[in-house]
């Protein structure tokens, strides 16, 4: 698969590639050539590798490198493995991401601290963290860069906040050329997103008085946004299925602020590190799993018979058919639900299938 800025494009792999009858680099430079010559404003282009590509011996690394060289210097040609991934989405920009922490710039020595945004942000949402930055006084640059030239400096003058929580890999790039992780919150709902921003104020020692100045009107109508869906879903318990690895951090919001009664919050892996402060927030007897041994964990959410269960496309159909009332999990990766703007939209997540619900049964 050749991952383009910022669509896919995929090139097939039949009998006659797999059978060595097809000089496989030769096609790939074929498609890649074909693909630029389409869109000659792609700058940054990456080859995902799979099984296919595996079995053949494709080396990827290698046409990477090739590749760039051939189409330097208006396109540069990365490449990551996509092979073995459970969660595509997630484990997929955790791998791209880290791909491309090799290639930022190096900051100069004396260069003045600054702070790194990692995960990938709607441009809403970018746009309200940068301003809120702006005022706050804190040199700010995002990763991904909204334009693929615009790659940020990277040393020992730089801390970064994790915008997602399944980035381990690329946050353990970033740490390796000397980058300091700013531990926190993730910036889901009205109090994870000052807590998020805290940490960073924390960080350039701005004072109370100058943070809450910039941050309470905003977190004032963040939490008014919430109160509107919070009758809906108030004492409503609530399974979350691993899927993400967003769900302590969903959890964390639903309890806090949403007043819903999380059973079970299994997520894929639980990086201790990343989720410590989310999962320090939620109630004492919710039941953290980790992995996905899916069969034990119907039965668990059968047993529960919780009033919403959060789960993948594969679970969703059967458990309404069994009457249990679902939301499927990977809404929470395509809607932008970071920030205090989006705060309200977040909630109504949770809200929108009690509703379709009831309205059922009416």
Request: charged share 25%; aromatic share 8%; with cysteine.
């Amino acid at each position: 698969m050749i991952f383009a800025e910022p669509r896919f494009a995929t090139a097939i792999l039949d009998e006659r590639d797999l059978a060595g009858l097809a000089d496989a680099n030769d096609e790939l430079d074929r498609i890649v050539a074909r693909l630029l010559s389409r869109r000659p404003d792609i700058k940054l282009l990456f080859l995902v590798g799979s099984c296919p590509s595996e079995v053949i011996k494709l080396d990827l690394a290698r046409a990477a490198s090739r590749l760039s060289k051939i189409h330097a210097p208006s396109t540069r040609v990365l490449n990551y493995s996509g092979s073995g991934i459970e969660t595509t989405f997630t484990q997929g920009e955790d791998a791209c991401l880290a791909s491309l922490v090799p290639e930022l710039p190096a900051q100069h020595l004396s260069s003045a601290k600054s702070l790194l945004v990692v995960g990938s942000l709607a441009d809403v949402v970018e746009d309200q963290f940068r301003r809120i930055f702006d005022q706050l006084g804190i040199p700010v640059h995002f990763l991904p860069p909204r334009r693929a030239e615009d790659l940020p400096p990277i040393g020992q003058n730089t801390y970064f906040l994790l915008a997602q929580p399944f980035l381990g890999e690329t946050a353990k790039a970033l740490e390796e050329r000397g980058a300091k992780l700013l531990p926190s919150m993730m910036p889901l709902g009205a109090e994870g997103t000052t807590e998020w921003l805290r940490a960073a104020a924390i960080a350039w020692k701005i004072p109370d008085d100058r943070f809450y100045g910039v941050v309470a009107p905003l977190e004032e109508r963040a939490r008014a946004a919430v109160k509107r869906r919070e009758p809906t879903v108030s004492r409503k318990s609530i399974f979350f299925f691993p899927d993400s690895q967003l769900e302590p951090a969903l959890a964390r919001f639903v309890s806090r602020e949403l007043s819903m009664r999380p059973i079970e919050v299994g997520s894929p892996y639980l990086h201790r590190q990343h989720t410590a402060i989310d999962i320090g927030r939620l109630p004492q007897d919710v039941v953290l799993s980790e992995g996905q041994d899916v069969e034990r964990q119907i039965d668990r959410c059968r047993k529960a018979d919780p009033d919403i269960v959060v789960c993948g496309l594969g679970l969703a159909n059967p458990f309404e058919a069994e009457g249990l009332t679902t939301k499927w999990s990977i809404e929470f990766l395509f809607t932008p639900i970071q920030g205090y703007e989006q705060a309200g939209d977040l909630a109504e997540l949770f809200a929108r299938p009690l509703v379709r619900r009831a309205r059922l049964e009416v």
